[in-house]
């Protein structure tokens, strides 16, 4: 456990719940006693809830939206610090955005994962058809569906038809599968390439064509 003093006492920084066990157990447990700014207290609470498999992207981005509207980090500070990406901090913070009448839509928003709060953030600022739509879809949303099969339903309740799932494979000269391209019928929403070919492409180059295809 992690303790720091602070002018209310002495405080679990790190270890909370192994401390409470300890305490209702009436078990002895060491601890280290650190001087913290609350700045350094706050990434040490922040980075051991990362690393909790137990702690929903829900409860994390409202952890972080605190940390950050209180003035303790930037975003951009606590996203360096917790050495989480950009887009996924922002990801994450998606939550934060969300009104309480949405939230109560989901059937478990503690299952849903960021970038699938990302997705329904974008679908609510349409407003209108869209948001119509959404209220629609929530409530029947699979506890494990993503960020796709959002989509789907949504252009579902939209077209007020069935919306066929496409997929086209691309082989090579050899007939060896290069990738799969994934649609709903009207556009592209992924694409996948087999374990033979992962190992073999180059990252920084794919994106790089990629982006010159799409700007030209």
């Given at each position: 456990?992690?303790?720091?003093?602070?002018?209310?006492?002495?405080?679990?920084?790190?270890?909370?719940?192994?401390?409470?066990?300890?305490l209702s157990l009436?078990?002895?447990?060491?601890?280290?006693?650190?001087?913290?700014?609350?700045?350094e207290a706050a990434?040490?609470?922040?980075?051991?809830?990362?690393?909790?498999?137990?702690?929903?992207?829900?409860?994390?981005?409202?952890?972080?939206?605190?940390?950050?509207?209180?003035?303790?980090?930037?975003?951009?500070?606590?996203?360096?610090?917790?050495?989480?990406?950009?887009?996924?901090?922002?990801?994450?913070?998606?939550?934060?955005?969300?009104?309480?009448?949405?939230?109560?839509?989901?059937?478990?928003?503690?299952?849903?994962?960021?970038?699938?709060?990302?997705?329904?953030?974008?679908?609510?600022?349409?407003?209108?058809?869209?948001?119509?739509?959404l209220k629609r879809?929530?409530?029947?949303?699979?506890?494990?569906?993503?960020?796709?099969?959002?989509?789907?339903?949504?252009?579902?309740?939209?077209?007020?038809?069935?919306?066929?799932?496409?997929?086209?494979?691309?082989?090579?000269?050899?007939?060896?599968?290069?990738?799969?391209?994934?649609?709903?019928?009207?556009?592209?929403?992924?694409?996948?390439?087999?374990?033979?070919?992962?190992?073999?492409?180059?990252?920084?180059?794919?994106?790089?064509?990629?982006?010159?295809?799409?700007?030209?």
């Amino acid at each position: 456990l992690v303790v720091a003093k602070t002018p209310a006492g002495y405080q679990i920084i790190a270890g909370e719940r192994r401390g409470r066990a300890c305490l209702s157990l009436k078990v002895k447990f060491k601890a280290i006693l650190e001087t913290l700014t609350d700045k350094e207290a706050a990434i040490v609470q922040a980075a051991e809830n990362l690393n909790r498999r137990d702690l929903s992207d829900y409860s994390k981005g409202l952890n972080y939206h605190s940390l950050i509207e209180s003035g303790v980090f930037s975003q951009s500070e606590l996203s360096k610090k917790l050495n989480i990406s950009k887009a996924n901090m922002s990801n994450l913070l998606s939550f934060a955005d969300l009104p309480q009448d949405i939230i109560g839509l989901f059937p478990d928003i503690s299952k849903v994962s960021s970038r699938t709060a990302t997705e329904v953030r974008a679908i609510y600022n349409k407003g209108g058809k869209n948001l119509e739509a959404l209220k629609r879809a929530l409530p029947s949303l699979p506890v494990t569906a993503g960020a796709n099969r959002l989509s789907h339903l949504i252009m579902v309740e939209l077209n007020g038809k069935q919306v066929q799932s496409l997929s086209k494979k691309i082989y090579g000269k050899n007939n060896d599968l290069l990738f799969t391209v994934r649609s709903d019928g009207e556009k592209i929403v992924g694409l996948s390439f087999p374990l033979s070919i992962v190992s073999k492409i180059d990252q920084e180059s794919l994106c790089s064509n990629l982006k010159d295809y799409l700007e030209s």
